[in-house]
């Protein structure tokens, strides 16, 4: 199984990606975790990196591309992985995509942990506390400061991204704001259903295309959002007002079960033409011609 996880910081790629290693056998090439590993162990990539990280920026793609290249030449990655972290910008992707392609290795889907943004500098605050709880030595880009200039980050180069996998057919978005077992369960389910794990392959599985997959996780969503009964409700209804205020539609800050569980090509385009104006418009178009 070969996947990418997509989502802001604090939306749980971590936490779901060492579930997934965990249940089918595979790894996890987090390039935050090498970078943090490159810092402390004071290398040329980590004495180049340390800085940016430490303020929120991000490191430069010929670096990220490099670890990357070198890590899915190891052995322990010909059975499957999970990219966390990795691809991060557009041009991130295109050169993922020529690698793969070199190293005639199939992607199967790029997860998409979809989150009410507000609820993201909470979490971080909870995974710190947590980490000091444990003696644990705390990320030092783990402040608010520096959290909220990793979000603009996520939102202005890696947020693409979501347009990029759901034109090539790979993107499937789950509702990220579910508790961490349904997340896990949710995955699992779709990963299933296309076909994406070896368990499933050797069953003779069928692959179902990621958009059909898609409207199922949709379902799911809704199902998982009544359940959850009035709060469920309720939170969707202030995240519409917010939407209404903001005036932006189809941004994930204002995602909620209801809107996480939106057909993914659809919202993609909705946030593609919101937010980046004119180059959303022109994708419109484009498509629409085609
Ligand atoms: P986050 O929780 O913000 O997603 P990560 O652990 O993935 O944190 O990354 C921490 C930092 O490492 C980023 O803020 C950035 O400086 C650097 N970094 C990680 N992955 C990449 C990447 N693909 N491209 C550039 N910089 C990266």
Known sequence: MRLILLGP??????????RLIHRHGIVQLST???LR???????PVGLKAKDIMAGGGLVPDEIVIGIISDRLDQPDATKGFILD?????????????????????????????RVNESALLQRVE???AEMRARGEEVRIDDTPEVLTKRLASYRSLTEPLIHYYSERRKLLTVDGMMTIEHVTREIN?????IGASEASKKAGKKAVPARRVAKGAKTTARKVSKSAGKGANKGVKASKKAAKASGRAGKPASGGAKNS???????????????????????TKKRAKA
């Open 189 to 193: 389910r779709i990963l299933a259903a």
């Open 126 to 128: 909870t995974r710190v």
């Open 261 to 283: 569980s939106r057909k993914a090509s659809a919202s993609s385009k909705a946030r593609a033409a919101g937010k980046a104006g004119k180059t959303g418009k022109k994708v």
């Open 85 to 113: 972290g990795f691809p991060r910008t557009v041009p991130q992707a295109q050169a993922l995509d020529d690698l793969l392609k070199k190293k005639h290795i199939r992607l199967d889907a790029a997860i998409e942990l």
């Open 32 to 34: 935050g975790e090498m």
């Open 37 to 43: 590993a490159a810092v402390a162990a004071q290398t």
């Open 9 to 18: 910081p604090g939306s749980g790629k971590g936490t779901q990606a060492q």
